[in-house]
């Protein structure tokens, strides 16, 4: 397995990139878009020969489901350039977020979200964006979410069978649709049956995790950063450890101390898993004593 994150240090050139990876134990990358392609080159080689894989390349809140006929093509075309793009790198998936049933933005809840239109116009659009550009070796991914597709493994694993391309996989967020108390408190159980049920699609996962204040008569479920919640790793790390090819496991959404703090969390609990994260072995010290403005993955 190999783990990866946002890097806060300012860097001028692919090899202090590098470096800056490898001090943290990554042997995982993010993906950003580079304009010229002598640098894309450049990036690419400097991260294989240093043996961090690329993972993601993001297409986050993008609408395929807008309401406007031409905006959603303008998106959809933003997303084949985006996976064309992840293809030419090396990444291992593009990663977009399923649709909102609203006009010019994304992300708004609506109950026509998970309607079964929606389902079926889903399936139809990451079928044409996969016939378009056709990836080779990057997977198109949909990032798991509460209010909209996919919001649990059964409906992802459905929409895998009926989109039927070999180019779409899995991202798997678990915090993301961990929606309710029972998910809340048995979050490692139901980890488990995300896997099991998905395991064998799953090429990417996300890092973070989450507290719960009970709100009489109802709850609020919140996210926080990873090792500062009731997540339970060490059932996140077993059954992602299991997995063959294991997905990369991508840390998001912290500052710059918060991913200190993160990490010595991550690194203590893969260790009494007998979890040895690939690329991790020559990591620095982690020094918590600068914080860093706030990061969330580059929507770029």
Not at 134 to 163: C, H, Q, W
Not at 195 to 219: F, Q, R, W
Request: proline letters at 4%.
């Amino acid at each position: 397995m190999r783990l990866g994150g946002p890097i806060f240090k300012t860097v001028t050139s692919v090899e202090e990139a590098v470096s800056e990876h490898k001090r943290l134990g990554f042997g995982a990358s993010y993906v950003s878009y580079i304009e010229d392609k002598a640098e894309r080159d450049e990036y690419k080689k400097a991260f294989a020969e240093s043996d961090i894989v690329l993972a993601e390349f993001g297409a986050y809140c993008i609408n395929i489901l807008d309401t406007d006929a031409k905006l959603r093509q303008v998106n959809i075309d933003e997303i084949c350039r985006r996976l064309e793009n992840a293809e030419e790198m090396g990444a291992r998936c593009c990663v977009i977020h399923g649709g909102s049933v609203e006009t010019g933005g994304w992300g708004k809840a609506n109950p026509e979200n998970l309607s079964e239109k929606s389902f079926i116009e889903t399936v139809g659009i990451v079928q044409g964006i996969l016939d378009r550009v056709n990836p080779k070796t990057a997977k198109l991914v949909m990032e798991t979410e509460s209010y909209l597709f996919p919001d649990g493994p059964e409906v992802y694993l459905r929409l895998i069978n009926t989109v039927d391309r070999k180019g779409f996989a899995v991202h798997f967020d678990p915090v993301n649709i961990i929606s309710s108390p029972r998910r809340y408190y048995f979050n490692g159980l139901f980890i488990k049956k995300c896997l099991a049920l998905l395991g064998e699609h799953v090429v990417s996962c996300h890092a973070k995790d989450l507290n719960m204040a009970p709100i009489y008569p109802t709850v609020k479920i919140d996210e926080t950063y990873i090792g500062d919640g009731v997540l339970d790793y060490n059932a996140y790390l077993g059954a992602i450890s299991k997995l063959a090819p294991a997905p990369t496991m991508m840390i998001e959404h912290l500052n710059e101390s918060q991913l200190i703090k993160g990490l010595k969390f991550i690194y203590r609990k893969a260790e009494e898993n007998g979890i040895v994260f690939e690329g991790s072995q020559d990591r620095g010290e982690l020094n918590e004593e600068n914080a860093g403005q706030e990061y969330f993955a580059p929507h770029q």
